[in-house]
T-cell receptor
């Protein structure tokens, strides 16, 4: 499985936008980019996914580089409840099984 | 609540004892996954089922571990002769497989196991 690289931790102020980067230079043409997050003392939860085009949903936006070797998860207005570990994951379009998690980015939100 | 549930939420046991965890997936989901998570690490895949069939097992799943999903609904994960290295959070997830791209997995709150 192709690997992703994320910063270990990031800080942001409450009510400001947050940009969480992810590098995936060995991504293949059939890999979707998925993001999950894990709030303290909870299981992971799905955030967003995309293939080539930028994506928006109620939780976040996903900006994908033109060469697809990197992507950025954007939280438009961070709240204290967004403090979590964010995982950037590649999943092959033809596979529908296990998720391979890395260590993710621990996001701290400062009040 | 119609999410994934796990029982118990916490388990403390002595080394050498057997433990069993239960996972109840979202009712219409045909896939069920078990993951293990240690402190500071992301979840690691253990095994998964489609309906009652166990389709894949990780090398992490030693012969002391066994998982079942007898009627394609709830699942149990048993660890025999527990060791201190088994201390971790055990996460269950479920999804509705359509046979195409990676569908969203819904995770339960986990069972935290402490082996003394």
């Amino acid at each position: 499985d192709a690997k992703t690289t994320q910063p270990n931790s990031m800080e942001s102020n409450e009510e400001e936008p947050v940009h969480l980067p992810c590098n995936h230079s060995t991504i293949s043409g059939t890999d979707y980019i998925h993001w999950y997050r894990q709030l303290p003392s909870q299981g992971p939860e799905y955030v967003i996914h995309g293939l080539t085009s930028n994506v928006n949903n109620r939780m976040a936006s996903l900006a994908i580089a033109e060469d697809r070797k990197s992507s950025t998860l954007i939280l438009h207005r961070a709240t204290l409840r967004d403090a979590a570990v964010y995982y950037c994951i590649l999943r092959d379009v033809g596979r529908d099984d296990k998720i391979i998690f890395g260590k993710g980015t621990r996001l701290h939100i400062l009040p | 609540d119609t999410g994934v549930s796990q029982d118990p939420r916490h388990k403390i046991t002595k080394r050498g004892q057997n433990v069993t965890f239960r996972c109840d997936p979202i009712s219409e989901h045909n896939r069920l996954y078990w993951y293990r998570q240690t402190l500071g690490q992301g979840p690691e895949f253990l095994t998964y089922f489609q309906n009652e069939a166990q389709l894949e097992k990780s090398r992490l799943l030693s012969d002391r571990f066994s998982a079942e999903r007898p009627k394609g609904s709830f699942s149990t994960l048993e660890i025999q002769r527990t060791e201190q290295g088994d201390s971790a959070m055990y996460l269950c997830a479920s999804s509705l497989s359509s046979g195409s791209w990676g569908n969203e997995q819904f995770f339960g709150p986990g069972t935290r196991l402490t082996v003394l």
